[in-house]
């Protein structure tokens, strides 16, 4: 079973023959605190991918929240888009929700692809155990600036690591996809002194940055073999394949955006060139930092204690992989890990 394989606690599949909700959420570890992870709503073939994806996704979580610093698990939920979503969404969200409540609070949802505050807010009237509801229902609004933060810091500690820099001041910085993410960080490197390129596959969001900032929108084809030193996807995915690992004029790769590798064999073609890339997960943990401190009713202050450090952490992880000469991925999942085991350590004693 692949549960087994990837070392899960639980998997928890639901249908309910009612409305025809059919679900999965997977709980890979709370050894560090309940299993937090989005609710992904997608149009999935069928059971068995929905169940990889789940399974894949909330393994994922629990090196994000780890390395994060934050005394939280790993866990996700999906959901199948049958297309009969429209209309009975509150009712269904419901469902959901009498899954989630069932699990007595060893999982947490939030808002992911497909889902939104509102989602969240229905969610809510059913289980405590949901973050990222609208601010009007409590929640604690978009993650999207604090994300955008942890970026930023990662792009300042890699260009002193690659670069000698002390700041990305007067460094050619291309951003991929300018939406909640990627805007807020244009601002934020437009502040600190960088020459900013944008694109997105929406030429209107590129165009309020040109307007507001004087940055340069360029097209989206070949965007990431632009004349950059730092090149940030803050779009979806896969943005580096091996032909643009192998073509990249940057020589630091660090941006918002989850798995732009386009797999794992791309991080050592990328270090094989010296170009530093900066893991998605230690890039972008402000949002899981904003979420998780909603979930450990954390106050503003251990918010910005934490966000700081993960900016330290990122730079301290490219050190390390420079000296040891291990990739920046693999340094950081060790630390994740280290964290996680001696939780278990401790659960064991
Ligand atoms: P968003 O949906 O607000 O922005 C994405 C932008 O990318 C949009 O403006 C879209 O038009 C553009 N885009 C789509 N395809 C493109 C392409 N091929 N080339 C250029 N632009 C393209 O999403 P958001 O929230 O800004 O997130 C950006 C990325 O960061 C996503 O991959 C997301 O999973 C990841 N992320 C976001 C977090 C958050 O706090 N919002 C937290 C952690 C990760």
Same mark, same amino acid.
Not at 73 to 89: C, H, S
Not at 145 to 169: D, K, N, Q, Y
Not at 212 to 217: D, N, R
């Given at each position: 079973m692949l549960e087994q394989e990837f070392g899960?606690?639980?998997?928890?599949?639901?249908?309910?023959?009612?409305?025809?909700?059919?679900?999965?959420?997977?709980?890979?570890?709370?050894?560090?605190?309940?299993?937090?992870?989005?609710?992904?709503?997608?149009?999935?073939?069928?059971?068995?991918?929905?169940?990889?994806?789940?399974l894949?996704?909330?393994?994922?979580?629990?090196?994000?929240?780890?390395?994060?610093?934050?005394?939280?698990?790993?866990?996700? /939920?999906?959901?199948?888009?049958?297309?009969?979503?429209?209309?009975?969404?509150?009712?269904?969200?419901?469902?959901?929700?009498?899954?989630?409540?069932?699990?007595?609070?060893? &999982?947490?949802?939030?808002?992911?692809?497909?889902?939104? =505050?509102?989602?969240?807010?229905?969610?809510?009237?059913?289980? #405590?155990?949901?973050?990222?509801?609208?601010?009007?229902?409590?929640?604690?609004?978009?993650?999207?600036?604090?994300?955008?933060?942890?970026?930023? !810091?990662?792009?300042?500690? /890699?260009?002193?690591?690659?670069?000698?820099?002390?700041?990305?001041?007067?460094?050619?910085?291309?951003?991929?996809?300018?939406? *909640?993410?990627?805007?807020?960080?244009? #601002?934020?490197?437009?502040?600190?002194?960088?020459?900013?390129?944008?694109?997105?596959?929406? =030429?209107?969001?590129?165009?309020?940055?040109?307007?507001?900032?004087?940055?340069? /929108?360029?097209?989206?084809? #070949?965007?990431?073999?632009?004349?950059?030193?730092?090149?940030?996807?803050?779009?979806?995915?896969?943005?580096?394949? =091996?032909?643009?690992?192998?073509?990249?004029?940057?020589?630091?790769?660090?941006? !918002?955006?989850? *798995?732009?590798?386009?797999?794992?064999?791309?991080?050592?073609?990328?270090?094989?060139?010296?170009?530093?890339?900066? =893991?998605?997960?230690? /890039?972008?943990?402000?949002?899981?930092?904003?979420?998780?401190?909603?979930?450990?009713?954390?106050?503003?202050?251990?918010?910005?204690?934490?966000?700081?450090?993960?900016?330290?952490?990122?730079?301290?992880?490219?050190? #390390?992989?420079?000296?040891?000469?291990?990739?920046?991925?693999?340094?950081?999942?060790? &630390?994740?890990?280290?964290?996680?085991?001696?939780?278990?350590?401790?659960?064991?004693?």
């Amino acid at each position: 079973m692949l549960e087994q394989e990837f070392g899960h606690e639980q998997l928890k599949v639901f249908h309910d023959q009612e409305t025809g909700v059919t679900g999965a959420i997977g709980i890979h570890s709370t050894a560090l605190g309940p299993a937090m992870g989005g609710l992904r709503l997608f149009a999935y073939p069928g059971l068995d991918e929905a169940i990889v994806d789940v399974l894949r996704l909330s393994r994922a979580m629990s090196f994000k929240s780890a390395a994060a610093g934050l005394d939280l698990g790993g866990g996700k /939920a999906v959901l199948i888009d049958d297309g009969g979503w429209n209309g009975t969404r509150r009712e269904r969200m419901q469902v959901v929700a009498r899954a989630i409540e069932e699990l007595g609070g060893r &999982y947490v949802t939030a808002e992911d692809v497909g889902t939104t =505050p509102l989602d969240m807010d229905a969610i809510g009237e059913v289980t #405590r155990h949901v973050a990222g509801a609208s601010v009007s229902h409590g929640g604690s609004g978009d993650p999207s600036p604090f994300t955008a933060r942890t970026v930023f !810091a990662s792009i300042e500690g /890699a260009v002193g690591v690659r670069l000698g820099r002390s700041s990305p001041a007067g460094l050619r910085v291309g951003v991929q996809g300018v939406g *909640n993410v990627g805007s807020a960080l244009v #601002r934020l490197l437009c502040a600190a002194g960088a020459e900013v390129s944008v694109t997105d596959a929406d =030429p209107a969001r590129s165009q309020v940055l040109v307007e507001e900032l004087g940055v340069t /929108a360029l097209p989206l084809d #070949r965007f990431a073999y632009g004349a950059f030193d730092v090149f940030a996807p803050c779009a979806l995915g896969g943005a580096v394949g =091996p032909a643009e690992a192998a073509g990249l004029t940057a020589t630091i790769v660090a941006g !918002a955006a989850n *798995n732009p590798l386009s797999d794992r064999k791309v991080a050592r073609q990328l270090a094989d060139r010296d170009v530093l890339y900066v =893991p998605d997960f230690i /890039a972008n943990c402000g949002g899981i930092i904003h979420v998780g401190a909603e979930i450990l009713a954390l106050a503003e202050r251990e918010v910005e204690d934490l966000l700081v450090a993960a900016g330290e952490r990122s730079e301290r992880i490219l050190l #390390r992989a420079r000296e040891t000469g291990a990739l920046p991925l693999e340094v950081a999942e060790e &630390y994740a890990l280290a964290r996680i085991d001696a939780a278990v350590g401790a659960d064991i004693s």
